[in-house]
Nanobody, 124 residues
Framework: VQLQASGGGLVQAGGSLRLSCKPL????????MGWFRQAPGKQREFVAT????????YYVEAVKGRFTISRDNAENTVYLQMNSLKPEDTAVYYCATTQNSYSDYSQRWVYDYWGQGTLVTVSS
């Protein structure tokens, strides 16, 4: 499964961006979707995850209240709305998916497929 992430760019602190992720050539209706990010010189870290119905979302503490993960199964797309962006949000953002069941979707290893990443740069 190939995931296509888009929507990154350069924004000033306090601004907003919306990232999108869409699997190419396959529906992901029954899959859990996640967003991770990797800042320069740092390990890839969990940002947010959403279940297949969209009824449950989970966020890393650093983005709670600022980021919103959502999905449109009819459009086969998952989104990450990022508001009140901070310079420390600067990173390459990756979407990922799995159809397996786990108790913790904040771990990188549970995801089977990853997108190519989209760069978000927040200037101060």
């Amino acid at each position: 499964v190939q995931l296509q992430a888009s929507g990154g760019g350069l924004v000033q602190a306090g601004g907003s961006l919306r990232l999108s992720c869409k699997p190419l050539g396959r529906t992901f209706r029954w899959a859990v979707m996640g967003w991770f990010r990797q800042a320069p010189g740092k390990q890839r870290e969990f940002v947010a995850t959403i279940n297949w119905s969209g009824s449950n979302q989970y966020y890393v503490e650093a983005v709670k209240g600022r980021f919103t993960i959502s999905r449109d199964n009819a459009e086969n797309t998952v989104y990450l709305q990022m508001n009140s962006l901070k310079p420390e949000d600067t990173a390459v953002y990756y979407c990922a998916t799995t159809q397996n069941s786990y108790s913790d979707y904040s771990q990188r290893w549970v995801y089977d497929y990853w997108g190519q990443g989209t760069l978000v740069t927040v200037s101060s």
